[in-house]
């Protein structure tokens, strides 16, 4: 899949996925892999976002064990927006399942674009699908680095040293790790595929120890999985921002601390949809980028009823 973070074959930038990584983002210290260069370490925009909150909406009417809340954001100015949406995965009926277009062709046309609808029927009660990892930039139309679906590779043969965050799915429950901090991946692997783990990579924005910048100045419509306070779930931006301007929103929420945060894939493969308890979807989407294509993976939060 391709990113706007990470986007190594859009063709009015001309530069491949890792060049394109590496003139935007650092985690200081570790993470990414890769040392801080002087324009790196000096984030655009850095105090525009003054603080954020989630106000909780009561009848989100989301399929059981899910909660949606609504992420508002101040701005310099004092001007307060409403930019997004948190998913919370609420108690034990709320699940997550990694469905690849290697082991599921039929979800995804020729385009790459999924069908919603029949991925939706995977499961009886589908609270929210979206991309999850890149599409990998080696030519092979698969998902960049290692990928996992029920214990079947379906990524690449070696990790991609600079997507430091892991997503984890074992028996339907998410976690996020982190690959710096695996002492032996190999062991981890061997352990994965024996216990029929999923489980993709993706870039580490928010974790102890580490810190994101970014100089990237231009906007999309982001998504992450994040942790934090015995939470976890979706979030998912509606306003454009920058990468610097979306972590101030993370990082600054007055009533939830996220503690872990990594990406899911956005810009051409932004198109997703949530669902309400009949069965309804919305849809979420980057309008600038429009209807799907070249997905290669979806992450899919259900009810388990």
């Known amino acids: 899949m391709k990113n706007p973070e990470g986007n190594h074959e859009e063709e009015n930038e001309g ?14 210290g570790v993470g990414l892999g890769m040392a801080p260069t002087e324009s790196e370490a000096k984030p655009i925009e850095q105090n525009r976002v003054k603080s954020s909150r989630l106000e909780t ?12 809340s609504k992420i508002h954001a101040t701005f310099e100015g004092g001007q307060e927006k409403l930019v997004g949406s948190f998913f919370t995965m609420g108690d034990r009926r709320a699940k997550a399942d990694f469905i690849s277009k290697t082991k599921h062709p039929d979800f995804f046309d020729s ?6 609808s029949n991925i939706g029927k995977k499961h009886k009660k589908t609270a929210l699908i979206v991309a999850g990892g890149f599409l990998s930039s080696r030519g092979h139309h698969q998902t960049e680095g290692i990928a996992l679906e029920n214990g079947q590779m379906v990524g690449e043969n070696a990790p991609a040293g600079e997507l430091n965050g892991l997503m984890v799915i074992k028996n339907g429950v998410p976690e996020i790790q982190n690959l710096n901090q695996i002492p032996d991946i ?6 994965a595929r024996k216990e029929g783990w999923s489980l993709f990579q993706q870039t580490s924005y928010i974790r102890p120890g580490g810190q994101f910048q970014s100089a990237n100045p231009r906007k999309y419509e982001l998504r992450f999985f ?23 929103v993370m990082q600054r929420m007055a009533n939830f ?5 990594i990406g899911l894939d956005t810009g051409i493969c932004s198109e997703g949809y949530f669902y309400d308890k009949s069965g309804k979807g919305y849809l979420m989407v ?13 992450l899919v939060l259900y009810s388990d009823q």
């Open 15 to 28: 530069m491949t996925r890792r060049d394109f990584l590496k003139n935007l983002a650092v985690v200081a």
């Open 57 to 68: 909406m009561e009848g989100h009417n989301m399929p059981d064990g899910f909660a949606r």
């Open 111 to 116: 385009s790459g674009r999924p069908n919603f």
């Open 186 to 191: 190999n062991a981890f692997l061997g352990q």
């Open 226 to 248: 994040v942790e934090g306070e015995g939470k976890k779930g979706v979030i998912n931006f509606s306003e454009h921002m920058t990468y610097t301007e979306a972590l101030q």
């Open 257 to 261: 601390k996220i503690e872990r945060a």
């Open 286 to 298: 980057d309008e600038d980028f429009g209807a799907g294509r070249d997905c290669t993976n979806m």
